[in-house]
């Protein structure tokens, strides 16, 4: 088993306070295209904007009296709130691609298969016994295997291309779907690491007959991507992937530890002791 | 209370057609409707910014994002449910015209 990764950098600090709001008139001598430029290029830069009654009060800046947006270009203004954010020592918007993945409890059955599968710690324990998202920074961008591994098809990523994982709705035939049943059976009925190295290692047979190794590297290479592209998962966390044996054991093992913890947690020191405990503390 | 829209910009991704949610935009920056606009809820999420309490607190919040599935767990995950009666509007799968049109905004421009 690959060791823990460490965290991406995790999302910025609570920005959705230190907006600029636009003033009654801000927009005034500005076209409606022009408008949505300005806004675009806030937004792309990482600040809310806000046009409501009050939204002044306590604004990083104010379109209007504090900056203004006739005749001038979007980026000048980003500029210049980008100024007044450094004057006033707020946290900068996000070096953090927020991809993380979300649970829908109207069908999550608490099964414990996405904490048993993640070798990254990303799921928890609440202190409730319940599945949880904890730790979305150390979730790998891009990667939605996880939600291949859920039964229940309760696992979102909202920046996901394609339905259900999505959030699209779940339907009768996404379930039965030929892609979702290659892509389960591809990830729990076999064993994606003994695969490779087995195919890898009859390649290497067949082409060290020829004396061309680099070829069976290629071969191992090829199926590697074949996989990626298959199921959308990055390479480094193919290669970590426990096999079925170990999720079934893992998720065995957590529920049954969940099952002690809730029998003996009933003074509220020890409930306290359970909450959010991950994989990684449960020893699984 | 009065409506108030949330629109967000989804910026760590291509997922919303960028035209759709640069015209719904200039479509609410021509209007004179109150909203207040967000570079990403999910990140937004993640940091469980109390911003969010603000808008699920709510009942008369439109949020303009993508599938309300997504939407309303990511609410759920920062700990500020959303109301049952908050809208929601996809961006993802719906044109622009029938996003401005379920917010009932105006075509043209009118003023700030
Ligand atoms: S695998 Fe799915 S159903 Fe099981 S606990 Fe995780 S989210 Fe819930
Ligand atoms: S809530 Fe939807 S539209 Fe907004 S950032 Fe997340 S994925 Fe993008």
New interface residues.
Partial sequence: MKPREAARP????????L?VA?E?????G????G??A???AL??A????????GAGEGALARLGSDIGVVDRAPEQVVEDVAARREAAAAPA??A?????P????DRCTNCMQCLSFCLFDVYAVDGEGRIT?QN??KCKTSCPACSRVCPEVAI?F????K?PI????VKAEDIASESMKVDISSLLGGDIYSALKERSGSAKKRFSTERDESKALLERKRCLKELKDKLDIPSEVLMSLPSAGDIEERARRARAKQEERIARSRSAQDQKETDGASAKEWDI | MSR?IVHC?????K?VPADV???V??????SDA???????L???????????A?FAGDGEVEIVA??????R??F??AGHDLAAEASIHNM??STADEVCGALGLPD??S??
């Fill in positions: 995790g999302p910025s600090a609570p920005f959705g306070e907006h636009v009654p008139g801000g927009f005034d500005v076209d409606a295209a408008r949505g300005v806004l675009a937004l792309e990482g600040h809310p904007v806000s046009r409501k009654a918007p996000g953090w691609t927020p991809w993380f979300v649970i829908d409890y998202v979305q920074e979102l909202p920046k996901y291309k339905g999505n959030g699209d709705e | 108030r910009h989804c910026v760590y991704s997922v949610k640069t015209a935009l200039e479509r609410l920056a021509g109150e909203f207040e606009a967000v570079p990403d999910c990140e937004m999420s993640a940091g469980k910014d109390p911003a969010l603000r993508c599938f309300p599935r997504a939407v767990w990511l759920h995950s993802r799968s043209g421009e003023a700030s």
